[in-house]
């Protein structure tokens, strides 16, 4: 028998490879799915089946791109509906992988169809379970997601904390935890940055599975300090739900090179985004006017859907040279399908072609310090609020860039700003996207809240 856990930290996503005597089966896939069937190649297996834990939100999953390049069936459990053929399992149904078994376990609560996948191994004996959003390590899923049909966020935290206790916390103690997500996901708030963990351990040290947990509590305390979901989240369950196109003819569309020329037409007839994934210094030097910046080396994918109302604009981009198929992908993997090609040659070829360019002005950490001292300045800390209770500036106004659409008229056209964020990475983001609006006044600070930080008297 093999569990092999394939992570990939700029979504904070799990997704599983089991496999056993030359037959195997995938957990919540990734859009891309040459790697799992290139894995079960080289081990002499056949992917038998692709097991959905729920519909996920924060991604699209690669469950029909993988079905029909492999022939494997779709499964989900119970109440989950879809315009595209699966297989619903019933609770407690088993399905056989060569000498092991996979039990479907309904555990509705962060959605209604959630489903933890209980593997049990060829001496009958419970191994490890596949829990989705439904518990992480250190957390569970949050509740708000799925409320329709007259169902509140109470009523799904309710849910929950019945499928905890009567479906997962009965399991053996040294049964493993294989999640879906890990820190840094917007599926839950209090998430390790551990990626799999023991159930006793969890039973242990997961405040949403203590034994003296009343009901009520644990929906008060579920409930309580959660945060607008992505506005791509209810986009990316609906692409689950009701399919969409092959991964192979979004890279072939989106993977052409445009000469400057060729490139500002089609982003005038298209009415395109510019779209810049080099780093935040590249583009804090030198940009095409009104791009918006989003480097591929952060966390791209997730600012991507959040910061992008319109899952559907066409996008042209800039890339680092020889990323191109990689920045369409990882723009796939939460649902922009509509990439239209790329500046072929750069931001060098577009300078080159005598095309206009714009800068954004920045300053280091000891300059803005400077300034902070001896001014009466307007600062913009665009971190999380959590990350800004936990220490500022004093007179640093909190916008968290993740609600940067809905709060820009909190910040005057006319009035010069100093922005920083934790690194330097969001708060380039930040500007991009007031820059491309007309406001014209916003200065960076390198290094953000890390280099400030440190020249803070102790």
């Not at 999953?61 to 315009?83: C, F, N, V």
């Not at 479907?104 to 959605?111: D, R």
């Not at 005038?268 to 940009?287: I, K, P, Q, Y």
């Amino acid at each position: 028998m093999k569990v092999e856990q394939i992570y990939t930290g700029c979504l904070a996503q799990g997704a599983y490879y089991i496999e056993s005597e030359g037959e195997a089966a995938i957990i919540d896939p990734l859009r891309e799915v040459q790697p799992y069937i290139k894995k079960a190649e080289t081990n002499g297996a056949k992917i038998k089946f692709i097991f959905e834990t729920h519909f996920h939100a924060d991604f699209v999953s690669g469950h029909l791109d993988l079905s029909k390049k492999t022939g494997a069936s779709i499964i989900y459990g119970p109440q989950a509906s879809t315009e595209y053929d699966i297989y619903n399992a019933a609770d407690g149904q088993e399905f056989e992988i060569g000498k092991v078994k996979i039990k479907a376990l309904h555990t509705p609560g962060h959605t209604l169809e959630s489903t933890t996948w209980l593997l049990i191994d060829e001496f009958n004996k419970p191994y490890c379970i596949f829990t989705g959003d439904t518990l992480f390590i250190g957390d569970v899923g949050r509740p708000d997601l799925a409320i329709k049909n007259g169902l509140s966020q109470e009523d799904l935290a309710g849910m929950l904390f019945d499928s905890l206790r009567e479906k997962i916390m009965t399991l053996p103690d040294d049964v493993i935890v294989y999640p879906a997500h890990g820190a840094g996901s917007a599926c839950g708030k209090n998430m390790s940055k551990e990626t799999f963990d023991t159930l006793g351990n969890q039973k242990q040290t997961n405040y949403a599975l203590r034994a003296n947990l009343t009901k009520e509590d644990f929906v008060k305390e579920l409930t309580t300090g959660i945060l607008p979901a992505p506005q791509y989240f209810a986009k990316n369950a609906m692409i689950n739900k009701t399919g969409y196109e092959s991964l192979d003819s979004i890279i072939k569309r989106g993977n052409q090179g445009f000469e400057p020329n060729q490139f500002e037409e089609m982003v005038n007839a298209e009415g395109a985004l510019v779209l810049d994934t080099r780093t935040a210094a590249e583009f804090v030097h030198s940009h095409i006017p009104n791009s918006i910046f989003i480097g591929i080396d952060g966390g791209f994918a997730p600012w991507v859907g959040a910061l992008i109302t319109d899952i559907y604009t066409p996008i042209m981009f800039v890339a680092p040279e020889g990323r191109e198929e990689e920045v369409i992908t990882r723009l796939s993997r939460v649902g922009y399908d509509n990439t239209i090609g790329f500046l072929a040659g750069g931001i060098e070829a577009w300078k080159n072609a005598g095309k206009e360019t714009a800068s954004i002005e920045s300053l280091d950490a000891a300059s803005f310090m400077e300034k902070h001292g001896a001014d009466n300045i307007e600062i913009l800390d665009v971190r999380k609020p959590g990350e800004y209770s936990n220490g500022h500036l004093d007179n640093a106004l909190n916008l968290p860039l993740d609600f940067v659409n809905e709060e820009m008229n909190k910040v005057e056209k006319d009035k010069p700003y100093y922005v920083h964020c934790a690194g330097g990475y969001r708060s380039v983001i930040y500007i991009s996207i007031l820059k491309a609006r007309g406001y014209d006044r916003l200065i960076n600070v390198e290094g953000g809240w890390g280099a400030i930080s440190k020249l803070l008297p102790v």
